[in-house]
């Protein structure tokens, strides 16, 4: 591996994150822009209502134990974007914009007037998108092991076309090390391995085109314009550079958990929903 490769890829294992396919009890679609089915999973009701978002070559099960946690209290809807889980897998452009047009369609399809989004890694980057698109209908974003500088540079297309290069000849051996990255060694084995294979089954060029879309995204202009309330849930086992994000969101709100990877609400589900109800309140204070 190049000495590009590894800093590239040291740097994805910090904004990225893979997942596990699984069906959910009950469905529901909604057609994005380009025709692509988007399958989502609809639990509990009221507003402010809580829109979950994967991150790369994942799926919404990663919110399961949120949804089950908080669907007793609150509407939570979790996402499978395009190409992803249970989603259709026919878009033709792979950006960050097209993905939250998915987003905005569920939020159209729900009618949904007051929602909170909150996006794990990459979908942190779709988040935006979708706010940018529907801002009457977002309250709040909240990232998860993501936004770790707002201000990051954002990558050439010669750099990005360099990284993907390095999932060829064997993209699945390349994937698989990459995702293992991400992992301390006494993180769950179980739980890793879980992980590696459930990314595995996403598709290769929704998975390559998601990559490239988020490299090559930057969120400035948006969160700029929208002048929407920010946080983010990291682990502090990657900094995030505080000052940066609120040049960019002057009342950026930032937690973080300590003893984690980039998985946080599947390593520690319990924690990660007390420390999301904290930031909640910090954002909407009573109206949530």
């Not at 890694?121 to 707002?150: C, N, W």
Request: charged share 25%.
């Amino acid at each position: 591996m190049t000495a590009f490769s590894r800093a590239a890829a040291g740097i994805l294992a910090a904004a990225f994150t893979v997942g596990v396919c699984a069906a959910a009890p009950e469905e529901r679609t909604a057609k994005s822009p380009d025709g692509v089915e988007i399958s989502y999973r609809v639990e509990g009701a009221g507003e402010p209502a809580l829109v979950f978002v994967h991150g790369w070559a994942c799926d919404r099960s990663h919110w399961d134990a949120q949804v089950k946690d908080l669907s007793p209290r609150r509407k939570v809807v979790a996402i499978d974007l395009a190409g992803h889980g249970r989603s259709g897998e026919n878009r033709k452009e792979w950006t960050i914009a097209a993905f939250g047009a998915d987003i905005a369609a569920v939020l159209d399809k729900e009618a949904i007037g007051g929602a909170v989004l909150i996006g794990h890694s990459m979908g942190g980057s779709a988040i935006v998108e979708a706010a940018r698109l529907r801002p009457a209908a977002v309250l709040a974003l909240i990232g998860v092991d993501t936004y770790k500088d707002l201000t990051r540079p954002v990558y050439g297309q010669d750099d990005v076309d360099a990284y993907l290069r390095l999932f060829q000849p064997d993209y699945a051996a390349f994937a698989e090390s990459v995702v293992r990255s991400m992992f301390r060694p006494e993180t769950d084995a179980a739980l890793a391995d879980r992980i590696v294979k459930g990314m595995l089954r996403t598709p290769v060029p929704a998975s390559l085109g998601a990559l490239a879309a988020d490299m090559l995204y930057s969120p400035v202009a948006a969160l700029t314009a929208l002048r929407k309330p920010v946080a983010a849930i990291n682990c502090d086992r990657f900094p995030t550079a505080l000052e940066a994000n609120r040049r960019v969101v002057p009342s950026f709100i930032l937690k973080t958990m300590s003893g984690v990877d980039h998985f946080l609400m599947l390593e520690a589900p319990a924690e990660f929903d007390r420390v999301l109800e904290e930031t909640l309140r910090e954002l909407l204070g009573n109206s949530i």
